[in-house]
């Protein structure tokens, strides 16, 4: 069975600092591993994917994650927050094969003070 | 050109009615599913469907029935509307077994029982 903890519900940087936003996960075989931004109002957006290609993985807005097997983690990180950063974020992991589901963690409000 | 679309993006209607919600895709893709976000921001998967079949039903009453015409449609029907159900509905889809299994999600419908 997979799962998902995100360690924190609420995360807050000021602007231009770095942002680190946690996920580790659990899960039977090699995972494949998603961030993914929700902003107001609105459905969530593919940030980056982890698929075993390459173990740190680059997404859009400056974003990337780490994928750690010995720590079962998936951090996300950008190095500058932005105003526009302001959002939820979820993890999420997938066993793959024929289920194709995706399990998401409880998810992180990001808020960037000015 | 919208990949997944989602009508209405708002529903407020009283207990007991009977509603639907409706999506599509046009990424071609294979499996199309439901979640709920509840109030919280937790997103719990209802329904997907592969290929016209049910391959994924978690523990959501039977009110809840998806009903798929054909492989880009997948509209969620409810019954006798109960104040729990408020919550915002996403519509998301992902190709096949052989593609990656990340999901591409609509912009949600905020649904308010009365």
């Known amino acids: 069975a997979q799962s998902v903890t995100q360690l924190g519900s609420h995360v807050s940087v000021s602007e231009g600092a770095l942002v680190l936003l946690r996920c580790n996960y659990s899960s039977s075989v090699p995972p494949y591993l998603f961030w993914y931004v929700q902003y107001p109002n609105q459905g969530l957006q593919l940030l980056l994917k982890?698929?075993?290609?390459?173990?740190l993985v680059k997404g859009i807005n400056g974003f990337e994650a780490e994928f750690k097997k010995s720590e079962t983690s998936f951090h996300l990180t950008k190095p500058s927050a932005h105003m526009s950063d302001a959002a939820e974020y979820f993890c999420?992991?997938?066993?793959?094969?024929?289920?194709?589901?995706?399990?998401f963690g409880s998810g992180t409000q990001l808020t960037v003070l000015p | 050109d919208t990949a997944v679309s989602q009508t209405p993006k708002y529903l407020v209607t009283q207990m007991g009615n009977d509603k639907s919600i409706k999506c599509e895709q046009n990424l071609g893709h294979d499996t199309m599913y439901w979640y709920k976000q509840d109030s919280k921001k937790f997103l719990k998967i209802m329904f997907s469907y592969n290929n016209k079949e049910l391959i994924i039903n978690e523990t959501v009453p039977n009110r809840f029935s998806p009903k798929s015409p054909d492989k880009a449609h997948l509209n969620l029907h409810i019954n006798s509307l109960e104040l729990g159900d408020s919550a915002v509905y996403f519509c998301a889809s992902s190709g096949g077994t052989r593609s990656l299994p990340e999901q591409f999600f609509g912009p949600g419908t905020r649904l308010t029982v009365l």
């Open positions: 982890y698929t075993s290609a390459a173990t």
């Open positions: 999420a992991v997938s066993e793959g094969g024929s289920a194709r589901q995706l399990t």
